[in-house]
T-cell receptor, first 111, second 113 residues
């Protein structure tokens, strides 16, 4: 089946810094989703992308759907301590089938 | 509430016992999914239900795992003869239909002694 590769696996940044993480696939995706998971909780949907080239923002978060349809990135500007968590990308496996998730990028913010 | 609800939030049991985990999806969501998340790992797909179609069980790791769903409502995930490697967080999600964004519950943390 399709797989999603996320990088980096983990990041340690200073509060106030900008963050960039990405997600790539060997095959085309028609939808890209970004989730955040905090300790002890389930993943929460941050941004959904449905069109190649689409750039969507949600507060300090910005995500883009790559033109090739094989990648997406998520940027966080001016990071704060509550940004800590694991960020997952996800997309439909194929057709009308469930989502495939990447293994996540673990973000740590140092105050 | 309006979100996906899972119970219990934590479960500790002895090896060899059976456990049953429950998921209440968001009302109106026809698709329901179960995932397993081991400590520090990503989400491992187990099974999903879509409406009245036969469930996709392709992710179940062994025949000790099974799941049921009543119509488009509650689902239960059952693990029989639990093993220590079953220790994980079991997450449930629902969506309006497959390939739509999934909304997750907070999971059941299962610990097998």
């Amino acid at each position: 089946g399709q797989q999603l590769n996320q990088s980096p696996q983990s990041m340690f940044i200073q509060e106030g810094e900008d963050v960039s993480m990405n997600c790539t696939s060997s095959s085309i995706f028609n939808t890209w989703l970004w989730y955040k998971q905090e300790p002890g909780e389930g993943p929460v949907l941050l941004i959904a992308l449905y069109k190649a080239g689409e750039l969507t923002s949600n507060g300090r978060l910005t995500a883009q759907f790559g033109i090739t349809r094989k990648d997406s990135f998520l940027n966080i500007s001016a990071s704060i301590p509550s940004d800590v968590g694991i960020y997952f990308c996800a997309g439909p496996n194929s057709g009308n089938t469930p989502l495939v998730f990447g293994k996540g990028t673990r973000l740590s913010v140092i105050a | 509430g309006a979100g996906v609800s899972q119970s219990p939030s934590n479960k500790v049991t002895e090896k060899g016992k059976d456990v049953e985990l429950r998921c209440d999806p968001i009302s109106g969501h026809t698709a329901l999914y179960w995932y397993r998340q081991r400590l520090g790992q990503g989400l491992e797909f187990l099974i999903y239900f879509q409406g009245n179609s036969a469930p996709d069980k392709s992710g179940l790791p062994s025949d000790r795992f099974s799941a049921e769903r009543t119509g488009e409502s509650v689902s239960t995930l059952t693990i029989q003869r639990t093993q220590q490697e079953d220790s994980a967080v079991y997450l449930c999600a629902s969506s309006l239909s497959t390939n739509q964004p999934q909304h997750f519950g907070d999971g059941t943390r299962l610990s097998i002694l």
